[in-house]
């Protein structure tokens, strides 16, 4: 005997429609995205800080290969000038 047949109550009035299913689901999907979302965002601030590191990096390495290239120009017009 179920509440329907106990005076036209309906069984979905006092259970999750299927509707209710699709809101709940379409939430936990969303809910998902979210974090993935935020995860490939947490992925992409790390990367940057690590591209901006190497930056640094390679604008100190060619600063040292100017040093260096200004040293060997001086160098190489020295040992002309002993000729």
Do not use: F, P, T, Y
């Given at each position: 005997m179920s509440?329907?047949?106990?005076?036209g109550f309906d069984d979905n009035?006092?259970?999750?429609s299927n509707e209710d299913a699709d809101i709940v689901t379409a939430a936990i999907k969303k809910d998902?995205?979210?974090k993935e979302i935020t995860a490939?965002?947490?992925d992409l601030r790390?990367?940057?800080t690590r591209v901006k590191s190497v930056q640094t990096?390679?604008?100190?390495?060619?600063?040292?290969?100017?040093t260096l290239q200004m040293y060997i120009d001086n160098l190489t017009m020295q040992?002309?000038?002993?000729r």
């Open positions: 509440l329907s047949s106990l005076g009035a006092w259970g999750a998902k995205l979210i490939a965002q947490e790390a990367l940057l990096d390679v604008d100190k390495l060619a600063s040292g290969n100017e040992m002309a000038k002993r």
